[in-house]
């Protein structure tokens, strides 16, 4: 284990077609980033800085689709 710093954001969702059912489906995308040991702060700039740009909302919502 690095003990790195690892955070996933969601930032949509993208529709698709799945072959297997025969239906349009939306999933999810995500941004993943990892940093180095100490640079916590720098990280949550970082997604503070993507929710000030629009890039990523603010709201948390679960189900089906966010």
């Known amino acids: ?3 790195l710093l690892d ?3 969601p ?3 993208r529709a698709c077609y799945a072959h297997v059912t025969g ?3 939306t999933l999810p995308v995500s ?3 990892v940093a180095a ?6 990280s949550m700039d970082l997604i503070a800085d993507l ?3 629009g890039i990523v909302s603010g709201e948390v919502k679960t189900g ?3």
């Open 1 to 3: 284990m690095a003990a």
């Open 7 to 9: 955070h996933m954001v």
């Open 11 to 13: 930032i949509g969702e």
């Open 23 to 25: 239906r349009n489906q």
């Open 31 to 33: 941004i993943g980033t």
């Open 37 to 42: 040991v100490g640079c916590d702060q720098m």
């Open 51 to 53: 929710a000030d740009e």
């Open 64 to 66: 089906i689709s966010i």
